[in-house]
């Protein structure tokens, strides 16, 4: 197989299988420099030009960003592979011209170039154009993952922008504390043991019933109060204040 | 020491210091049946009044919602005790009236009660009214937990301000992944190992570094794709745009 993209999902999909014992025969990405480290890393080659690709593989799998998935599957060489992508909310590729097969291999992660993850929890959902490569795709994915299944292109994008949602945007409210908290010269580590235990909290309670705090319990002193502590900051309070009315008026409503 | 509440923190501080060998002597709450049950739970007695409360006892903690602490002093029993409250919010307590010797021991974690947590990680932020009562409060918390600080009223509130953030507002989101998944028979499960790496990453790196994600990379169409997918769930929505709106403007304003 070859991989298109030197990005965070490309580097860890390419690292998880070339240990998996997958042959990654080359790597193409835009950016030579990334292309060039990742091939290092996988024992691979790198190529130069989407055209330079070598047409005989299995598999091309594209791991660009979601805009580049269609520039990239015309500019592949004339071949008869399966050609996939990594995309959480890119339909299923139908490209008439050279593929009759395709597929899609979404793993549902959050990546870091410097942060290796152990793959084998990390769901992987599979679409196809057909059984075989289905298969195929499938067989791919079970070399890295215990956590394999298959779901039609509505329902990623439904899954992606939930994915979203639990990770960037917990993220950006995880980036508001740190720097309120670096104002106040409190260390943000302090945060961290509640950080996990939200996260771990839901393994065994539903959402709904996970929920606590001062708009939970429609405590509109507290939140005036921390309303007013964010005079200075109106991007944090701006959220502090639609997220608080959404639970008072989910539980009190 | 006795304790004044039966809610979540109660509960889960009175278990914890019970382990630790600590005696607690009485509970009161004004909800007679869950006194009861912590007060069989932490092998204590329950009493039906707050003046009922024996005022020969080194302790008073007050683990009641914020808005009933000034009150619960009030009605304590004349005495020469420790008063101290559990609240992220309310100021040191400086009750003139009994009380010379006032605390706050605030720990600082999301209580469920039917689910114990391991106290050594939580922090416990400690405040006094002056250095004997400190030390003692620092010794108490010190049996519970090994991660006990001291923060004055102001950085407190911060602090429980920026938890309401990072655990509250993450579960709300959790919440509406919940229900949309639901709605098109995705299993949330499939969310969960995208949680916790979202929890553990920003262990190893400041959450400015972690943010990935369409708004990460202004990828706006995949954000209008799921604007869209989010029509019907205005709520969700409105979450959605203002997050990723922000998100936008930091990396790419």
Do not use: W
């Not at 960037?168 to 961290?192: G, M, P, S, V």
């Amino acid at each position: 197989m070859s991989i298109i993209g030197s990005g965070n999902v490309a580097t860890a999909v390419s690292i998880a299988l070339s240990k998996s014992g997958i042959n990654i025969l080359e790597i193409f990405s835009p950016n030579i420099n990334n292309a060039k480290l990742l091939a290092e890393k996988v024992n691979s080659r790198y190529v130069k030009e989407l055209g330079g690709l070598c047409a005989d593989t299995d598999l091309f799998l594209i791991a660009t960003p979601d805009k580049e998935v269609n520039n990239v599957i015309h500019k592949l060489p004339q071949n008869q592979s399966i050609v996939a992508h990594t995309s959480g909310s890119h339909a299923l590729v139908h490209s008439g011209i050279n593929q009759q097969r395709s597929g899609v291999f979404y793993p549902l992660q959050t990546f870091t170039k410097d942060k290796e993850v152990d793959f084998k929890e990390i769901p992987v959902c599979i679409e196809a154009s057909d059984e075989n490569t289905s298969k195929l795709l499938f067989q791919l994915a079970k070399s890295i993952s215990n956590n394999v299944v298959t779901l039609n292109s509505e329902q990623r994008q439904y899954l992606h922008l939930t994915a979203v949602a639990v990770n960037n945007f917990t993220n950006l409210l995880y980036n508001h504390a740190f720097t309120l908290l670096k104002e106040q010269n409190i260390d943000f580590a302090l945060l961290r043991p509640l950080i996990r235990e939200t996260a771990l909290k839901i393994t065994d309670i539903n959402p709904a019933d996970a929920q606590t705090g001062p708009a939970r319990r429609n405590d509109t002193q507290t939140i005036n109060k921390h309303l007013e502590l964010l005079d200075k900051h109106p991007k944090f309070k701006e959220i502090y204040s639609l997220l608080s009315n959404q639970i008072i008026k989910k539980y009190h409503g």
